[in-house]
């Protein structure tokens, strides 16, 4: 069997982007900064937190915003344990935490930083939207005294510093130039464009991506990396992230299942997913389940059951068209196959199976194969019989305790 054969890939055909020609995609996670600010999670004991860490090391996310030392002690302790285990476990995963563009939020970075022995960068963050400037009584030249103070600070203790403009995305040109220009000057060697609010488009992040990576970046003559932080306010969060992997952003930043403010971020679990199918991350997928099911345990949300790839109906059906076209793939005695005739993305990649239930809408394929695997005999038919008149009966997916009484039944 050609497998190659069996899926015509449009998406191949269509595509206007040299993938192959990508190199390495760096990423940062925002799980326990950015995501910790949605007003319905709860924060995470220390220890979920520190086994968060190890899960994005394992996956191969490059960096992690450890938090906001500038909030407060509570911040202060949790950067400190979190940057000491990265120290202790000698973790590759890199820190940064974020700060405002007050010398007063950078100081405790610096500490923690000298304290536990490693660079911490520092994300220095400002607004940059001409509204913001407005409701703020913000000019630029107060914009740019107060970041210079910051930098420079951040700079002076020895701290990689990573330039943020908050609102990028509905930015004058002219500011973003002023911004990231003076601030590369001062000593950044990260900029980060972020759509603070879910504005942009595909094509708006393209615009902007492409008009930093030209006309600041590559003007500077500094080798700079350009970051994206996109949400979800318009549901364009990934869809966003691919456009500005494509128009020269070198890191991209996401939070576990898409937690964040207000509908969230960019989701890291599905980035990752999306990098792997698209040749440009090599890590082992394998423990991304256990990544979204900590996350949502420790923040206290639901994992919802239709979230692509890791929600509980992702690998599921109970579809008789479904379920006959898996258990033919079976018969083939070819998982490959099996994994892919009705997924798009195979569940083995992610560490997770297909998995084959009887309902209103199932066949007698879902039967046998039900019973195949409950170990019970498929090829009963009196038992199959039962089965398939009460799953038509029925208004929902029967549960494996109704299941297993019908098999009593006799």
């Known amino acids: 069997m050609d497998e190659k054969a069996l899926i015509h890939d449009w998406n191949a055909t269509g595509q206007t982007f040299d993938w192959s020609a990508v190199g390495e995609i760096q990423l940062d996670d925002e799980t326990l900064r950015d995501g910790l600010q949605n007003p319905t999670v709860v924060d995470p004991s220390i220890e979920d937190k520190i086994s968060l860490l190890h899960l994005m090391d394992r996956l191969g996310i490059h960096t992690a915003d450890i938090g906001l030392p500038g909030a ?40 923690i930083s000298q304290a536990v022995g490693i660079p911490i960068e520092a994300c220095t963050f400002i607004g940059s939207s001409p509204i913001r400037q407005y409701a703020e009584d913000w000019t630029l030249s107060k914009m740019l005294r107060v970041s210079e103070e910051a930098v420079r600070f951040a700079v002076a203790e020895g701290l990689p510093v990573m330039m943020v403009t908050e609102d990028s995305t509905r930015a004058q040109p002219e500011v973003l130039k002023a911004l990231y220009g003076r601030a590369i000057e001062w000593g950044a060697r990260r900029i980060c464009i972020s759509d603070t609010v879910g504005h942009a ?16 970046v590559r003007p500077s003559g500094e080798d700079v990396g350009v970051d994206w932080h996109g949400h979800r306010d318009r549901g364009f969060g990934l869809a966003n992230a691919i456009a500005a992997i494509e128009s020269g952003a070198t890191r991209i930043h996401g939070t576990a299942l898409g ?152």
């Not at 488009?201 to 600041?216: H, K, Q, S, Y």
């Not at 084959?356 to 039967?367: R, Y």
Request: overall charge negative; aromatic content about 4%.
């Open 72 to 111: 407060g002690p509570r911040a202060v302790a949790a950067v400190t344990a979190l940057a000491r285990e990265i120290v202790d476990s000698k973790l590759k995963i890199a820190a940064n935490c974020a700060a405002r563009t007050v010398v007063a939020d950078v100081r405790p970075i610096a500490e």
């Open 259 to 410: 937690i964040g403010e207000r509908s969230g971020n960019t989701e890291m679990d599905l980035l990752l997913v999306n990098l792997k199918l698209l040749g440009v991350h090599d890590a082992d997928l394998t423990v991304l389940p256990e990544y979204c099911q900590l996350a949502a345990d420790g923040c206290q949300i639901p994992l919802v059951h239709s979230y692509p790839i890791f929600g509980s109906d992702a690998f599921r059906t109970g579809t008789g068209v479904h379920a006959a076209a898996i258990v033919k793939a079976h018969a083939k005695g070819d998982n490959w196959l099996a994994d892919r005739i009705y997924s798009g993305i195979p569940a083995s990649m992610v560490g997770r199976r297909q998995i084959i239930e009887i309902g209103p809408m199932s066949g007698l394929s879902n039967v046998k194969y039900w019973l195949r695997e409950h170990g019970h005999d498929p090829d009963d038919d009196d038992l199959c019989a039962r089965i398939f008149k009460a799953a038509k009966q029925a208004d929902h997916t029967l549960t494996v305790g109704e299941l297993e009484a019908l098999c009593r039944t006799g």
């Open 201 to 216: 488009t595909p094509d708006g992040t393209r615009a902007l991506v492409r008009f930093v990576v030209e006309e600041i």
